[in-house]
Every structure is written in structure tokens, then in C-alpha cells.
């Protein structure tokens, strides 16, 4: 039910998105470094991290190394949801997150604590920047999204 709302008929209102007015740019990039470090922790254990429109998790893959041989490896990556690819029109490779991988939810009160911002700012500040991406989904825009 929680992505629904990134599948999206119309622009995106300035009003939907009073929490990014109120932050400054390096207000919004602490939010999404502490979600970015609690995805990795998660990740650490061999957990999912579904946001919304999609998962970060670690697959297993399958790196060449010398002579044609290949190594199995595990690979973080961020699964997209199917619903929102299939609204988009997206084409993405068939991921999928491994069956004994449990996949949770962010821990916005854990960020929050780690980040110094109150936890309803952290949630409004990471669906706020979700629903801008959608919109962009939505109007066709190049977007770059970069997690370190």
C-alpha cells in the first residue's frame, strides 16, 4: 500500500512537498547519508530495505575473472518495485531478492536518533524526495541518484 502513492496520475504539487522547502540542500543530504548508512548495516545482516519505490538488497551474481572462469559474488543493488515499473513503463533486468532474505522496512525512528533530526522529518524528507523522483519517473526526466 506504500508505494501506491509514488504511482503518480498527475506533477507533483510544490504543497506535497512542504518538508523539502523547509530543509536546506545539506539538511536533505544528512537525512539521506544516515538512511544510506542504515541501509548498509541492513545490508550487513543479509536484510532487505524496502523504501517504498523499491529494495535495497545484496544478490547473488556472478563476476569473470581470468580465463573465462566465473566467481559467484553477492551484489547490493536496488531492485525496483514491479507496480511502478510496470506504471512507468520502465525496463529494468529481472532481479530478484533471494527467498531467505527478510525484508524490512527503514527504521526511521533509528535514522532519526542517528541523524539528530526528528523522526517525522526524516520520514517526511525521504517521502518527499521519493515522491520527486516518481514525478520526475512520471514527466520523463534524466535522473541521477547517487548513493555512496
Avoid at 572462469?69 to 512507468?88: A, D, N
Avoid at 527503514?106 to 526524516?122: C, G, L, M, S, Y
Wanted: net charge negative.
Amino acid at each position: 500500500a506504500k508505494m501506491q502513492k509514488y504511482l503518480l496520475y498527475n506533477t507533483v504539487e510544490p504543497e506535497e512537498l512542504s518538508t523539502l522547502k523547509e530543509l536546506s540542500t545539506i539538511e536533505i543530504c544528512k537525512v539521506w547519508s544516515g538512511m544510506s548508512r542504515h541501509i548498509y548495516r541492513q545490508l550487513l545482516k543479509k536484510r532487505a530495505v524496502d523504501i517504498g519505490i523499491g529494495s535495497f538488497a545484496v544478490v547473488p551474481a556472478q563476476a569473470s575473472v581470468a580465463e573465462g572462469k566465473v566467481l559467484p559474488v553477492e551484489r547490493p543493488m536496488f531492485i525496483l518495485s514491479k507496480p511502478l515499473k510496470m506504471f512507468y513503463s520502465l525496463e529494468s533486468d529481472e532481479t530478484k531478492i533471494p527467498d531467505e532474505t527478510p525484508v524490512a522496512q527503514p527504521d526511521f525512528e533509528e535514522i532519526a536518533a542517528n541523524t539528530h533530526f526528528r523522526q517525522e522529518i526524516v520520514e517526511q524528507c525521504v517521502q518527499e524526495t521519493l515522491l520527486c523522483f516518481a514525478g520526475a519517473l512520471r514527466d520523463n526526466k534524466e535522473v541521477e541518484f547517487s548513493f555512496r
